[in-house]
């Protein structure tokens, strides 16, 4: 069984930083690429940025200069640093990983249960 865990949402004012986390565990095998996803009130799933194995990332333009992803291969962790956060980044992000089980040996894609971050005064 593989599990990820997402931890580090919060209350935050505008202009406010948070960190967040998202540890991958249970019986894997390897991981590819790992990203974070937000959905918003009313909104759908959006993506905010994805990381490669090697580190390559990609960021969404609406994020770009504010959110910085990155991981830990060595504890199948991922990071999400966002800075100067607006009332438009409230929303749950989930964390996604394109990963190999060992139970399955099929590559899949896993999603946590996400974190909710509200940006308010």
């Known amino acids: 069984q593989v599990q990820l865990v997402e931890s580090g949402g919060g209350l935050v004012q505008p202009g406010g930083s948070l960190r967040l986390s998202c540890a991958a565990s249970?019986?894997?095998?390897?991981?590819?690429?790992m990203g974070w996803y937000r959905q918003g009130p009313g909104k759908q799933r959006e993506l905010v940025a994805t990381?490669?194995?090697?580190?390559?990332?990609n960021h969404v333009d609406s994020v770009k200069g504010r959110f910085t992803i990155s991981r830990d291969n060595a504890i199948n962790t991922v990071y999400l640093q966002m800075n100067n956060l607006t009332a438009e980044d409230t929303a749950v992000y989930y964390c996604?990983?394109?990963?190999?089980?060992?139970?399955?040996?099929?590559?899949?894609?896993?999603w946590g249960k996400g974190t909710l971050v509200v940006v308010s005064s």
């Open positions: 990381i490669t194995t090697t580190g390559h990332t």
């Open positions: 996604n990983a394109d990963l190999v089980s060992r139970a399955t040996i099929q590559r899949m894609n896993y």
């Open positions: 249970g019986s894997i095998f390897s991981i590819n690429s």
